[in-house]
């Protein structure tokens, strides 16, 4: 919105300063941040009084676990607040991918919320029905894939890029659809089946937001495209605004839910962090370098699947408890180291992600 302000500016003043992709990304971040320091404790104190009981506690969870009972959850609301809030000031308005992203966050987010919901009201784990809740992700994200196909220059629609192989491209032609839609809901699933401990999907989520709005910010400039032989899209770069808004929320909500939480995100928060996630690296034509940065999430999941398919298969498991952060508490690991841990490797994922960039 405050990008209109360049109208003003006759090349040389402060109101130029608007026109520059990075200086609106940095004021994104700081007031999804203050929003978050400002609003934090009047939406928990809210949450504690509606939510009575708080999150349901799964009976057969780790026993450390039932320490958090009474904890409220939804304070994703907090997050989904900030960086819209923050996108909507500082991100350009007439940019399709903008309105794509922010539509999956918020979208998802509201799925979410439902889910969170009856989980309170009912007072137990068992919310939304899993197939109603895939249902109306394939359907935001169907919107969000045919939406970002139209926005894609001509050579890369319907296009699978490939990371280090420059050239390389593969036509997926009208399969792009059900390809982008399998990596959005994909990506809200993986940060939602994440986000079982205080703050172990937050930061990874924001590790992967900074390191997808460099990856957007250079594929939406030609000259940086042309240096790193990378593909352009042009119009991807005000991504980097919309990034640099969440990274600053979730600092907000991390003052909140770093253990022990005074609330959590709950599937309000997960499944619109990860929808976005994943709609931005469609948007970028990124989805392969996402399951790389994202590596943390793509595990979380495949722990789950692999657990669900031996167990019918066998009877028996392979993991002590799927998620496999909950197998590592099992084996005694406090919940700081494994939450310090998967920060630590998300890092690292994050700059391999980076690095694909330039290895060509």
Known sequence: MLYWLTAFSDGGDFFNLFRYITFRAGAAFFTALVFGFLFGRPLIDLLRRSQGKGQPIRDDGPEGHFAK?????????????????ATLLWARLDNPYVWVVLFVTIAFGLVGFADDYAKVSKGNVKGVPGRVRLAAGFAIAALAAIACALAHPAELTGQLAFPVFKELLFDLGLLFIPFAMIVIVGAANAVNLTDGLDGLAIMPVMIAAGTLGVIAYAVGRVDFTEYLDVHYVPGTGELLVFAAGLIGGGLGFLWYNAPPAAVFMGDT??????????????????????????????????????????????????FLMAPIHHHFEKRGWEESQIVIRFWIISLILALVGLATLKIR
């Open 269 to 318: 928060g997960s499944l619109a962090l990860g929808g976005a996630l994943g709609a931005i690296a469609v948007a970028t034509k990124h989805e392969i370098v996402l399951a790389i940065v994202g590596g943390v999430f793509v595990v979380e999941a495949l722990s789950v699947i692999i657990q669900v398919a031996y167990f019918k298969r066998t009877g028996k498991r392979v």
């Open 69 to 85: 009972a009474g904890t409220p959850t939804m304070g994703g609301v907090l997050i989904l607040g900030a960086v819209t809030v």
